[in-house]
């Protein structure tokens, strides 16, 4: 079928991608995990039967119905840690532009302006 | 406590008060609000939150001291800049927060200075609803501010009257112990925790405050109580866990 050359070639890519991604502290653990993913769903699009095998062992009816809570599991998760990653990224930057203010030598000091008295402005 | 301290009103404080000014696009307004400052405070430090407007430049000329954000990070994260850079210079006793839009009053910025330099209270808060005020709330945002009272009053239980006046005069361990860690404008309502999480002492003074349709047009929206609602949700559940 059609469908299952699309779908196992889009695994194999996915997967492939992923490899070859950013390093990462746990980068082994998650090229393992990563790997048993890809290889789950080649398998489970190759024998659909699989998925439903598995869905009636845990009380599910359909495979398909698996899969889909799985996926919003696995969404679920994912989005949080992106949210976390995102939030520690934005306080790192609050603190480099804080810094990047605060040592930043200005071009007139105050106290010079500040002791003449009268300031004018001529903007 | 100062001979500077004397209610005259031709005072100038001199590098012991620090007046910070956090700005976003302000370019219109802001060079006058600071001149104003200027005659009656030596030491006025603007933060530009990465204003695109050419602010910095108006402020700079105007003679402040600036601090620029290089990217917008937003109000709270402003003020924090601003509290940052008052506990590196060691001269400064009180910092006092000024909106850079023009609704606040110099006087009431000198009245607050000096309440805050005797050094009996750590915090000086500026009230818009205090019966000397003398200001007129618009209708919805009097609604507005009364529901960030109410709210703020409970999760905090201070017992004051404006819990989002940009206004205040904060004594050096006030600004020590006040960590402002929301960028957004949940940070009004953050400074405000700090006083009883560490025991500071506090004091309202009325001022007044002009609303102009220029500062309508600027302030916060009806809808963006509720982001504040939600921003100091989550951050009281930090603080919980």
């Known amino acids: 079928m059609i469908i299952k050359v699309v779908l196992i070639a889009g695994i194999a890519l996915a997967a492939a991608l992923m490899m070859r991604g950013p390093a990462h502290r746990q980068l082994a653990l998650r090229r393992m995990f990563g790997i048993s993913i890809a290889a789950m769903g080649v398998a489970a699009v190759a024998w659909p039967d699989l998925t439903t095998r598995a869905a009636n062992l845990v009380g599910v009816g359909r495979g398909t119905d698996l899969v889909l809570y799985l996926a919003v599991l696995a969404f679920s998760f994912l989005s949080m840690a992106l949210y976390q990653r995102i939030a520690r990224l934005e306080s790192n930057i609050t603190q480099l532009t804080r810094e990047l203010a605060l040592t930043t030598p200005p071009q007139q000091t105050t106290d010079t302006l500040a002791t003449s008295g009268q300031v004018t402005r001529s903007a | ?241």
């Open chain 2, 1 to 241: 406590m100062h001979a500077t301290t004397s209610p005259v009103p031709g005072t100038r404080f001199g590098p012991e008060v620090c007046v910070l000014v956090p700005m976003y696009n302000e370019v219109t307004v802001v060079g006058s609000v600071i001149e104003e400052l200027l005659q009656h405070f030596s030491h006025v430090v603007c933060v530009d939150d990465g204003s695109t407007d050419g602010s910095s430049a108006v402020a700079r000329q105007a003679g402040a001291r600036v601090l620029r954000h290089p990217v917008n990070l937003g109000a709270g994260a402003a003020m924090r800049t601003g509290f940052e850079y008052v506990l590196r210079d060691p001269r400064v006793q009180v910092a006092v927060t000024c909106d850079a839009d023009g609704q606040h009053r110099v006087v009431d910025a000198v009245r607050l200075a000096q309440r805050a330099l005797v050094g009996d209270v750590d915090v000086v808060l500026g009230s818009r609803f205090l019966a000397d005020s003398n200001t007129s709330v618009p209708g919805a945002r009097r609604l507005l501010l009364k529901a960030a009272t109410v709210f703020t009053r409970l999760t905090t239980r201070l017992d004051i009257t404006d819990t989002h006046n940009g206004l205040r005069a904060f004594g050096r361990r006030a600004v020590e112990c006040t960590d402002v860690t929301l960028r957004g404008m949940a940070h009004a309502s953050q400074v405000l925790a700090a006083i009883p999480e560490h025991g500071l002492s506090y004091v309202e003074e009325p001022v007044h405050i002009a609303y102009t349709e220029y500062s309508l047009g600027k302030g916060q929206r009806g809808l963006n109580a509720f982001n504040i609602l939600c921003d100091l949700a989550v951050h009281q559940m930090r603080i919980a866990r």
